[in-house]
């Protein structure tokens, strides 16, 4: 860790910086025993900060600092779970049609192709007023993860077909391995690199695109969300009541989070960059 910390670049420093502080916001500080932030007239309405709530309370009574605490753990896990769906699925489906070749090759670059092409953001406006307002923190996910995996596929299939012709392949076919066996077990450990790049990037897309949705009013009404925290307070006035913190304080940390995972992903492929060149 030392080591890569020392030779890890600017960017990449306060991206992990800047991301770590959100995970512990998100999965530390929100495991810390309080009120239920969704609850309304927990405490009296706009409250100016101080030290008993940070961010004052909203309109409705609610403490601004735990409902945004609340917030970016949803966020991040819709996030997370996007991207894991969409890495994971898009990388086995690349490499297996990539490297099977044939009628299989063939039907899963179709497959993959018509979801490239389908405009996701009709389908998503649909699928979530189909939920009428209901839907958890992982149906969420599913739903934004249906469209997270075909761009990872196309891209891994091109890396598999340029490795599929290489003589240790071609060992492994001769000593008996299976398709499946060959895939996971000497083509896989070359894709881990972009894997992993991928999925900050995915991260990033699917925080983006629910927070897009929330804005629009179509993202789940149940769900506390940075898109859903800033709807809310569009819908209360909070900027026309001056409720700076409730309005301002999803947004600042949207941008940051933006910003951290930007700096992560740019970085850490600088950091990729500099390696192979040694």
Known sequence: MKKFWRNANFRLRSGIIITTIFFILGFVVYYIPHVNPFTYNS??????????????????????????????????????????????????????????????????????????????????????SLMKGSATVFLMALVLGMFAWAWPSRQIRSLALTIKERDFIHTAWFSGEGTIQVVVTEILPYALTWSLSNFMNATLAAIASESSLAVLGLSPANMISLGNMIQWARERNAIFARQWFWIGSPIVATVLLFIGLFLLITGYNDYLSMKRGK
């Open 43 to 128: 405490y009296p309405s706009k409250l100016s900060p101080s030290w008993e709530h940070w961010l004052g309370t909203t309109s409705m009574g609610q403490d601004i600092f735990w409902l945004l605490i609340e917030a970016i753990h949803n966020s991040l896990l819709i996030g997370l779970t996007v991207a894991l769906i969409g890495t994971v699925v898009g990388v086995f489906v690349g490499l297996l049609a990539g490297f099977s070749g044939g009628v299989l090759d063939r039907v899963l670059t179709v497959v993959t192709d018509t979801f490239v092409v389908i405009p996701s953001l009709p389908i998503l406006v649909l699928m979530t």
